[in-house]
């Protein structure tokens, strides 16, 4: 069950074994903490450790748990016993930016801010922006197939990601899809790897799709009495045909939440929403927001000026942070149907009285995508055991609704029995065939994701 | 290899045997005729035919051939010798349309054109618009992952797909992706389904993404000396930061076949570009359109109004059709990068020369698809071996300039050569064997697709 010293020898990036291996590997930002020791980590300089790492681990009988950032919500990073860790972090190049086909082509411990940056300095951007940009790779984006608050009208990781290199399960390197904008040839591996959460081979490198920078930005944002106004509000815009580049939403507590983290005497209010609307149109969307905001609510704020819009958006990025002032945080992660928003909202307000849990949920209202918080006090011994509890209820709520148990984080291990629960056996037993397929001797995160 | 009369009876819809099935079957919109004669043809009428005609298939040891509307241009349809013929079309309602959700579920043999005048009532639309909407069916669109004028803006028709509802190999039924515009549980079942050509299954019913209809809309058209200065011009246009929702080419001889069918004593010119803007910056884009074509010709017209606009994009309406006056047309489907549009098209024209055959080069700008139509007179004995070689010399040239051999149409029966030079052998090996996890008997489309 360990590597041979001349085995070791062979990388280029450092190797560890053992107790030397920093304890923050067996958990990621999840607060999920694996059972046992990890047996080795490889720091992978290149594809080819990468390549040496995957034979090693099959030759001596460890498991391969593929590390990016490790900012995962899922614990999919998480490497215990019997595992050979394999960060791919120090894979961090950005290989190439052809301006004229809007395409990037990057290693994959690189990080979508950094590449976001070195787009800008062609005009262009990397849309996908999870708010953990700077602290995550894009491999591990494209393994979770990362949300972020473009996507109600950029999309998510996925729709970005137009090939991949892979290393399999017997050290093979594969290709998928293309550079070019589009390509029917073969099967779609590319998005079958997308959202794969490392269970079917290492993403070394991406071939991405790089978009123009929006001639214009205007946010506009609103407060209102209650979540169902707000919801209904969102509805509204959309149905008026406005494609915000952004529309978020946070109830009363997130929103107090945050304004007593940034110490502003804001505005009180039962929901708070804040909406962008970016190119050509994005002064008429606005005005459409706008208008539209205001039949709901009297208290609209617009700003098309960059300092105004970063306060008004300060507000929706401090909602998380303000929480985990208060212990550890649950991060849950459901969607729903856009028109079941204000409904999901009531229900887990709800289901936080019944557990006696803090929950607020604040999220991407433009795609149904919600995000309740349930705080865990550490000076409350039973708190975690209620937490999970009023978790499961959320599950319950979401599938319930007709929508699912994750939008955005994945699977991992914590939500394993639930997907169950949402796919019914068939599925299950068609995504174990095509893992099987890929990774016959169960090499990849063996006990994650499905 | 027959099936049993009794299991004949249990079918709802029609059944066909042997003699009594229309030619028609053997073959689909490529021209491709399968060898030998199909043993039996079910006119499924719902969902359980489908999984009836499939185990059924599987036990007298016939393959599963799926068609939808049979206008594919790659052979995926055609049916021969020890077939069954499962024909979906007859499953064509409209099964919901969600409007405050943007979500439209269908059964399989919808048209597009159907479901998007549905969707119209509504206020929205189903965007993807493949030049067959009228005469293929969604079930199709998706198994070919459908292209058409609007994907520059809007995607293909996998970026409209959710969810599917799929017979397997086995006759279960098994549901995949969800109803929320966003989710990540579980591997991406649904683009593994799109694109698959009819070799992992029976797609019956998918849950559609709906748009709204654009506010606004304004066609541009140029006349441009040579394609070198349209490509060019067509680059500038999206360096400008425009995205405009529709930007397609004609090479010289195209635009003059077009306008000799048309009737129009057209502007003789070197290529021709016609483009359209949507949305709420619509105005402000197609001005910006409009200037752009202006500094690499003088010749640009624009329409705001239907009917002037209708007439800007009926000569690229009526590339093809004036094409296949001449004869049998192998309609070829290549993408490069956007950067390589003019060497590519100056490639194929070179290609012509040296084959001595006549192609019409036209396609989607926007994405670097080209279609290259190469004419088959009927009274030239060998035309057809030299049509043939051309195209193996245009798949080529799309591979040296970095692109793909079909970015619409798929591989069916006439590509599988290439996509292995395309991709290689890894590649190849991981899609077989996702391909057998799936079907382990080969029962679907045997030779067709990998
Ligand atoms: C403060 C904070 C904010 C966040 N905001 C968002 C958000 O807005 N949207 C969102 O979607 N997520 C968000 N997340 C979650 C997390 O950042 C994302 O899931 C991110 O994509 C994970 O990337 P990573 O590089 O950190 O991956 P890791 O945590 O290292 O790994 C995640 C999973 O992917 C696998 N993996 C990683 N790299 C590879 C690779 N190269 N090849 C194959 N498999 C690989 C791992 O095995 C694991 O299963 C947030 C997290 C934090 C802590
Ligand atoms: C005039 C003309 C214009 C065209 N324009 C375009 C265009 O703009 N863009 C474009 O992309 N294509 C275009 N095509 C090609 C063709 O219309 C598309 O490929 C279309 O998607 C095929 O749909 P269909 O229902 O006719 O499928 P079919 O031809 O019946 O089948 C195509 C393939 O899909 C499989 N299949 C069909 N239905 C199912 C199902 N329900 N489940 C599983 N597998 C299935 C078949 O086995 C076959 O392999 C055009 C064709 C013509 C004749």
Known sequence: MALPTDEIRAFTGK????????????????????????????????????????????????????????????????????????????LNRILEIAADDEVAVVEAGVSAAVLDAAAHRHGLRYTPDPASTAISTIGGNIATNAGGLRCVKYGVTGDATLGLDVVLADGQL?????????????????????????????????????????????TIAAYFDDVESAAAACAAVLAARVRPAMLELLDESSLREAQDLLGVRGESAGAFVVAQTDGFGARAEADIVAKTFGEFTSRVRTGSDPDAAAELLAVRRAALPALERHGRVLIEDIVVPRSRIATAVRRITETAARHRSRINTFGHAGDGNLHPIIVVPADDPDAYTRAVAAADEIFATALELGGTITGEHGVGVLKRAWLAREQGPTALRTQQSIRHALDPNGLFNPGKAL
Chains 1, 2 share one sequence.
Do not use: M, N, Q
């Open 174 to 218: 594969l290709h998928t899809g293309r550079r070019t904008a589009k390509g029917v040839a073969g099967l779609d591996l590319t998005s079958l790897f997308t959202g794969s959460e490392g269970i079917l081979g290492v993403i070394v490198a991406a071939t991405v799709r790089l978009r123009p920078v929006p001639i214009d930005t205007i």
């Open 15 to 90: 190797v560890l074994r053992g107790g030397d291996i920093p304890e923050v590997y067996r958990t990621d930002r999840s607060g999920y903490v694996a059972a046992g020791e990890p047996e080795v980590l490889v720091l992978a300089a290149d594809v080819d450790d990468v390549r040496r790492a995957v034979v090693a681990a099959a030759g001596a009988g460890l498991s391969v748990v593929v590390r990016g950032g490790g900012s995962g919500l899922a614990g999919g990073a998480a490497a215990g016993a019997g595992s050979l860790i394999l960060d791919v972090s120090g």
